[in-house]
């Protein structure tokens, strides 16, 4: 064997060793970690993090519904607004709080299911035209203390539609005051709007002129 054949079969055999590595299966955990996910995609948050709080109002009759709409406890957002959520939260968790969830996305159908039970536009939004709930882009939250686990005084409970609980109202104490401040201002700085007749529902930026949408996902016992 001459040399230049001995140094044709050395490159084709490394050629050939690259090449295998190449087609070597990457696990499961790690493509996760590398896919790049479209920023309109639903997701699962609890698939991107674990530092949030749930209670998930409409999946129980625990609401103002009295009924039971979602027929799992899971909160699905676009991949943009789970970004912009992850970021506020980390904000939340460095003074020592986290975010509490009452509702994320949720799709046309149940907002035809709600608008059945409730049909005033006051208290559900009109499903021929779709709220920001639908579109993937709208969360209702809290804050919880990080340690315990218990809920910051915001003055009203989630879902109670008097003046009491805009952003606009004054007459509450110091400290409830200043939870909502903390809560607003955060929120705010990660790109989301508040809504004036509710302490706890904000809006992705972004996300306001997002499809309306029935994207449903599967409950796993």
């Known amino acids: ?10 490159i084709g ?9 190449a087609q070597v ?5 790690q493509i996760k970690d590398i896919v790049l996910v479209n920023d309109t995609t639903f ?11 749930y209670d998930m109002k409409y999946a ?18 676009r991949m943009k607004t789970v970004n912009a959520i992850i970021e506020a939260n980390k904000l939340f968790m460095d003074q ?41 882009g709208a969360v209702d939250i809290t804050l919880v203390d990080k340690r315990s686990g218990k809920e910051l005084e915001m003055g009203t409970p989630f879902d109670f539609f008097g003046e009491e609980a ?13 939870n909502r401040k903390l809560l607003k201002r955060v929120m705010v700085k990660a790109n989301f709007n508040s809504f004036d007749s ?10 306001l002129k997002d499809k309306v949408s029935n994207v449903k996902w599967s409950c796993v016992e």
Request: some cysteine; glycine content about 4%; hydrophobic content about 35%.
């Open 96 to 136: 020592g709080y986290r975010i509490k969830f009452f509702d994320c996305y949720r799709p046309l159908d149940i907002q035809k299911k709600m608008w059945k039970i409730v049909s005033n536009p006051k208290y559900v939004a009109d499903p021929s035209k779709g709220s920001i709930h639908n579109r993937g």
């Open 198 to 207: 509710e302490w706890w529902h904000y809006n992705l930026k972004s996300a």
């Open 25 to 29: 299966a990457i696990p499961n955990k």
């Open 13 to 21: 055999f490394f050629l050939l060793l690259i090449s295998c590595k």
């Open 1 to 10: 064997m001459n040399s230049s054949f001995k140094l044709g079969f050395l």
């Open 43 to 53: 997701v699962n948050l609890k698939d991107y993090s674990t530092d949030f709080a």
């Open 166 to 178: 805009s952003h606009g109202y004054s007459n509450l104490s110091k400290k409830v005051i200043n």
């Open 60 to 77: 129980t009759e625990d609401n103002f519904l009295k009924a039971k709409v979602y027929d799992c406890a899971e909160c699905f957002l």
